[in-house]
T-cell receptor
């Protein structure tokens, strides 16, 4: 089966500019996640969708970050305006219930550099 | 906040040796998962162990879980240069989303 797709793979922007990332989860996976991974750290959850509804966005900086999942499939994550500290890899994942647990499948990530 | 903390932060071994990484966490969990991340790439799921399990094997991987100590270990036997990567433990507390530790960077010297 096809994996989680993300684009772009790399993005360089200046601070105060805006940027958008796109994610296409594995077909049939109802749950979609966006994680932020700062260099040298583990991924941190930004937002979790169940179909097209938000389950958890408690760690999303809502003054500058927004995300949507129209029609419960593809998702976009936007940052406006970007700050230097937003430089990170943004990982999208989707999950399915397998063997009594939710197993997550990750995309390759988008590496964002804010200058 | 990060739930898990891996130890050591970095590990360098020779090919053929075993590598052991430890993970500690803070709250009750449904399961604990280990992931591998090669430089510049996404995360690959390695193994999942449920809270009622104590040990699990998958190929050259052996994972243990001690819920009384809130800790887990990942053992990679007969390591290979291709095992060079960062390894993360991640906990599922029932929210489905995972809480990751800070990772162990493993370097296997040929």
């Amino acid at each position: 089966e096809a994996g989680v797709a993300q684009s772009p793979r790399y993005k360089i922007i200046e601070k105060r500019q805006s940027v958008a990332f796109w994610c296409n989860p594995i077909s049939g996976h109802a749950t979609l996640y966006w994680y932020q991974q700062i260099l040298g750290q583990g991924p941190k959850l930004l937002i979790q969708f169940q179909n097209n509804g938000v389950v958890d966005d408690s760690q999303l900086p809502k003054d500058r970050f927004s995300a949507e999942r129209l029609k419960g499939v593809d998702s976009t994550l936007k940052i406006q305006p970007a700050k230097l500290e937003d430089s990170a890899v943004y990982l999208c994942a989707s999950s399915t219930y397998k063997g009594g647990a939710y197993e997550q499948y990750f995309g390759p990530g988008t590496r964002l550099t804010v200058t | 906040s990060q739930q898990g903390e891996e130890d050591p932060q970095a590990l360098s071994i020779q090919e053929g040796e075993n590598a052991t990484m430890n993970c500690s966490y803070k709250t009750s969990i449904n399961n604990l998962q280990w992931y591998r991340q090669n430089s510049g790439r996404g995360l690959v799921h390695l193994i999942l162990i449920r809270s009622n399990e104590r040990e699990k094997h998958s190929g050259r991987l052996r994972v243990t879980l001690d819920t009384s100590k809130k800790s887990s270990s990942l053992l990679i036997t007969a390591s290979r240069a291709a095992d060079t990567a960062s390894y993360f433990c991640a906990t599922d507390t029932g929210r489905r989303a995972l809480t990751f530790g800070s990772g162990t960077r493993l370097q296997v010297q040929p």
